[in-house]
């Protein structure tokens, strides 16, 4: 049942399942569906923040750009000291969240996922769901492409697949596109759209979360790995006085660009809290599980998920 709050619907259903090729997953929600999408304004004379500064939005993707240029080849090491060392268990922690690929049991004919990891140049999650499809579920058949606006990120990401048995296959391929305007994508056509620690460089996060929207098929999921709001009072000042006083600084000892890991610490601080991304994310017309997130090691990091509604 919808009631109707202006623009809004609100639902409230006990569960929703989604499907893939016939196994239903059940998830509690309570959600807003937006009546209308909200339109998305080519005006080039728009504002926005590249970490504490304001810049307009035709300059950030160039900003933005430089940055990941500069980092693309000590990306895992410039997490490890974004995260200390954490990281690697929150992405596995995410994947193993999601549970990518189809159980086979008996039945051979499974089609498998199919995974746009947006954001994901190096491949770190892709790799994950991989592995976790073929040896947790013995799924050969799902595959992922590992969307990045950055070449040099994308170069990275088929470096590293040099040394996994995915290279060359159809279970794995490179993308060089906008998460904003993913135009290359059909609609209704991925099963599982990711995101780690990408989603806050965005320009416009709202348009990327319609796109999201779009490409997914009816049940499909999309889910989102990204620094968030700490919520506890004593280590989120420790978090702070690590992140503003020694990340840059070690950037400037070991790479030499103390501004690119500056920028980095700055742009979780602007990252909207969680309960704003959740209400970013039910804007998009998504349908939230449970409170929408979950909190990673005190809430430095958070995973949150949205559902595409069957119909």
């Given at each position: ?24 997953r ?12 909200v339109?998305q ?63 086979t ?56 697949s ?18 904003e305007k ?6 209704n ?67 030499a ?48 998920k ?6």
């Amino acid at each position: 049942m919808f009631i109707r709050y202006g623009t809004f619907a609100l639902r409230r259903v006990a569960y929703i399942s989604y499907k893939r090729n016939g196994q239903a997953r059940l998830f509690s929600y309570t959600a807003f569906r937006p009546q209308e999408k909200v339109g998305q304004s080519e005006n080039n004379d728009r504002t926005t923040h590249f970490g504490f500064e304001t810049v307009p939005e035709s300059a950030k993707e160039l900003k933005v750009g430089a940055v990941f240029s500069s980092v693309a080849s000590s990306y895992d090491s410039m997490n490890d000291l974004m995260s200390l060392g954490i990281h690697r268990l929150w992405k596995d922690r995410f994947v193993r969240s999601l549970n990518p690929g189809s159980s086979t049991g008996e039945d051979d004919d499974v089609r498998g996922w199919k995974i746009l990891d947006v954001a994901g140049g190096t491949g770190d999650i892709a790799f994950r769901m991989l592995d976790h499809a073929t040896t947790i579920n013995h799924d050969t058949k799902t595959s992922v492409t590992v969307s990045d606006i950055n070449p040099e990120m994308l170069a990275e990401g088929r470096k590293r697949s040099l040394e996994t048995s995915y290279a060359g296959t159809e279970r794995l391929k490179f993308l060089e596109a906008d998460a904003e305007k993913l135009s290359m994508v059909e609609s209704n056509s991925i099963d599982l759209y990711t995101v780690a620690f990408g989603i806050r460089n965005f320009t416009d996060k709202q348009r990327a979360l319609h796109e999201a929207y779009r490409i997914l098929k009816p049940g499909g999921v999309f889910a989102c790995l990204e620094f968030s709001k700490v919520n506890n009072a004593l280590l989120n000042g420790i978090y702070k006085r690590w992140s503003f006083g020694a990340i840059p600084l070690i950037g400037q000892l070991m790479a030499a660009d103390r501004g690119s890991y500056q920028y980095l610490v700055e742009s979780i601080e602007k990252f909207p809290s969680q309960k704003e991304f959740r209400s970013m994310i039910e804007l998009a017309g998504f349908m939230v599980p449970g409170q929408g997130w979950e909190d990673l090691t005190g809430g430095i990091a958070a995973i949150h998920k949205g559902i595409k509604p069957l119909s």
